[in-house]
């Protein structure tokens, strides 16, 4: 049965790094929408979940603090069953004939003659391959025309009693327990995807800022993130990152990110990178685009002396970024 664990605080989960590698799954396109695999002997989990964060028993509390905290939503998936005196997974389900309690039912259809009106089992309707009414002989061709089914018919090869609706019991192929529908133990179990408002922030925000900060700070650069720099023309410009090196001569280092979930990222973020760094003149300026940027932007970029930082997860991000700034040194 699912343990439960700490959940990690909403306002913490930008800075955790199992968050971070969770959402550059679904930045890279490796996760669409997380769905769960079916273990005979531990029920559902979600492996991919398990490699990140290490431990199977916080999986499900991993998920639905993501969730509460409106980063992803869910789908109902399935609905599991435990033990509910050994907790197994391990279940099978038994039909039992709701007067001596055996699963040793036999199950069959009624068939109703239409014409005639003579109702019984099939087996009794069964003659080699074809259907014969044994109240008045005629063969039965069509169904809904010549005949109809008429339900469902049980009956108990140990007490030879019959009956429609059987009664349900859970057997436990672990602890050899039975248990009925009553004492059952149902947990819902849903595939994940990312919030559309997410995913456009994702990027940005979580995924990338924080190890892009720390890369920087571990080359000798002080960071700020959505800094802020005040122009010539007197006006304040927001930046995602602002990074400053040096004693003497300080050296400005400024970085937005664009990101887009329909193919290349488009000009626009070029042009309103260049709007500002007009304004501010740094040293150096950087755009990371995910998953890349298009051609027109591109050239945009090499006329305002822009560096493009094309990746298409935080990891390549980081590699090509660190890349970059060892080309400048």
Avoid at 189 to 216: C, F, G, H, N, Q
Wanted: charged residues 30%; aromatic residues 10%.
């Amino acid at each position: 049965m699912p343990k439960t664990n700490k959940k990690i605080k909403p306002a913490e989960l930008h800075k955790d790094r199992n968050t971070q590698a969770f959402l550059s799954k679904f930045l890279s396109g490796e996760i669409n929408e997380l769905e769960p695999v079916y273990d005979p002997e531990q029920g559902y989990r979600y492996p991919i979940v398990e490699s990140i964060i290490g431990d199977a028993a916080s999986v499900n509390d991993f998920l639905n603090g993501l969730h509460k905290a409106g980063m992803l939503k869910r789908r109902l998936y399935d609905k599991i069953i435990y033990c509910p005196e050994c907790g197994s997974a391990n279940i099978s389900v038994h039909y039992c004939c709701p007067y001596c309690k055996s699963f040793n039912i036999h199950k069959s259809s009624l068939i109703e003659h239409v014409k005639c009106g003579y109702m019984d089992v099939e087996e009794n309707f069964r003659k080699e391959d074809r259907l014969m009414c044994p109240k008045c002989h005629e063969e039965l061709k069509k169904l809904d025309v010549d005949y109809r089914r008429a339900g469902i018919w049980c009956t108990c090869k140990d007490c030879s009693k019959s009956f429609d609706i059987p009664d349900t019991a859970h057997f436990c192929r672990d602890c050899q327990s039975n248990s009925a529908f009553e004492d059952a133990v149902i947990k819902d179990v849903y595939t994940y995807s990312l919030e559309e408002e997410v995913r456009e922030k994702a990027a940005a925000d979580w995924v990338i800022i924080t190890p892009i900060s720390k890369l920087l700070q571990e080359n000798g650069f002080e960071v700020e993130s959505h800094a802020f720099l005040k122009g010539r023309s007197g006006a304040n410009h927001v930046f995602d990152i602002v990074a400053y090196k040096g004693d003497t001569k300080r050296e400005v280092t400024v970085i937005d990110l664009a990101s887009s979930t329909e193919g290349f990222v488009l000009e626009q973020p070029v042009i309103a990178l260049f709007a500002k760094i007009f304004d501010v003149s740094p040293d150096h300026a950087y755009l990371i685009a995910i998953p890349g940027m298009n051609e027109n932007g591109k050239k945009m970029a090499e006329l305002y002396n822009i560096e493009i930082v094309e990746a298409r997860n935080q990891e390549e991000a980081i590699e090509n970024l660190k890349g970059k700034l060892l080309e400048k040194e």
